[in-house]
């Protein structure tokens, strides 16, 4: 799992430590990987939990120094696609998070968010003609024409659905049930809508403007505004029973909910905002591109504690997957991090 993707000032890599017994939504953590970039997704993998106080990051290359901005992991591949100019190839997978490869995206676009499901990974960009991308495999992409020709911020999989968020537009959100035809749907408010996900049968998008910056839907279809106040949440996750979500609100606190509804404050390990969070293995983790650049961990997406980032990047999204934590990157010297649950 995430998922603008917000570009907060670049510079820390982090390090992170917990202790695994085997268990985006909805998994354990075991190892942690990193690279400044922005919007994550959380999938597949061993079924255990990690105590954050043995997960350690460690810093791999990624295979191009682009903006990194998202990342998936799905069928035994993590797929990162670049959200800023960079070069030709704005997609890089890795069997383990450590070891990357260059791919060829469909079109030079600004990629934000990649998700998986269905056997297939989808991408989608706030710029140019199609706007969505698809690859059953991560290596081979084909363009696909976006429902409108809107800012996609996010997409998520979840029912047997896509469904991808915007920023702009008339219809700020759209649905596929292959990732290759889109419907256009209309969202509950026109806010600037940054990240959706999935989770107890139940779509949960977040943005940063209007008056209700929370919306929900069982079906991905019809959607319901939630009055959350003066909340601005930027992503979104679901795990251990709840959906959380990490805001740009003062003190850069952190929001949990049952149902998408009603949202507790949490205090966040620092008040520095954060730009994605992923859930697995029983923790949650969270990166940031600003400040200490320190990533932040909790079992229970109550307490949270401060890690140290592996180096001075502004890290924008992280997944899990195959008992790992992969943050990326959009600026420094690797743009990739990982934590091995021992």
């Not at 890795?94 to 056997?119: C, F, K, M, Q």
């Not at 008056?211 to 909340?231: E, H, K, L, N, P």
Request: hydrophobic share 40%; net charge neutral; aromatic share 10%.
């Amino acid at each position: 799992m995430q998922r603008i993707r917000f570009f907060l000032p670049s510079f820390f890599l982090f390090t992170i430590i917990a202790s695994c017994s085997n268990s985006k939504d909805s998994l354990d953590p075991l190892i942690l990987l990193a690279l400044a970039g922005g919007g994550g997704e959380n999938s597949g993998g061993n079924q255990s939990s990690c105590s954050a106080s043995q997960l350690s990051f460690v810093s791999a290359t990624a295979s191009d120094a682009n903006g990194w901005g998202a990342i998936a992991y799905g069928n035994g591949l993590f797929v990162a696609v670049a959200t800023v100019s960079g070069t030709s190839n704005r997609v890089m997978t890795s069997p383990d998070g450590i070891t990357w490869t260059a791919r060829t995206a469909a079109e030079a676009h600004l990629w934000n968010s990649v998700t998986y499901g269905n056997g297939l990974f989808v991408a989608v960009a706030d710029n140019g003609t199609s706007r969505v991308m698809t690859s059953p495999d991560g290596v081979t992409w084909t363009a696909r024409t976006a429902a409108e020709a809107n800012a996609w911020e996010s997409v998520t999989y979840g029912n047997g659905l896509f469904v991808a968020v915007s920023s702009s537009g008339t219809n700020r959100v759209m649905t596929s049930p292959d990732g290759i035809n889109w419907t256009a749907r209309t969202a509950a408010q026109a806010n600037s809508w940054k990240d959706v996900a999935y989770g107890n049968s139940l779509f949960v998008a977040v943005g940063i403007t209007g008056t209700q910056r929370v919306m929900t839907s069982a079906d991905g279809v019809s959607w319901t505004g939630q009055s959350v106040g003066s909340m601005q949440p930027l992503a979104v996750t679901y795990g251990s029973a709840q959906f959380v979500a990490v805001t740009l609100d003062a003190g850069a606190l952190v929001r949990t909910s049952s149902d998408g509804s009603s949202w507790a404050v949490r205090d966040a390990a620092e008040s520095i905002a954060r730009t994605d969070i992923a859930y697995g293995n029983g923790l949650f983790v969270s990166t940031t591109s600003s400040g200490t650049r320190n990533p932040m961990t909790s079992a229970d997406a109550i307490t949270w504690t401060s890690r140290t980032a592996t180096e001075t990047a502004a890290w924008q999204a992280v997944a899990f997957g195959n008992g790992r934590f992969v943050a990326v990157a959009s600026s420094g010297t690797n743009r990739v991090m990982y934590a091995t649950c021992p």
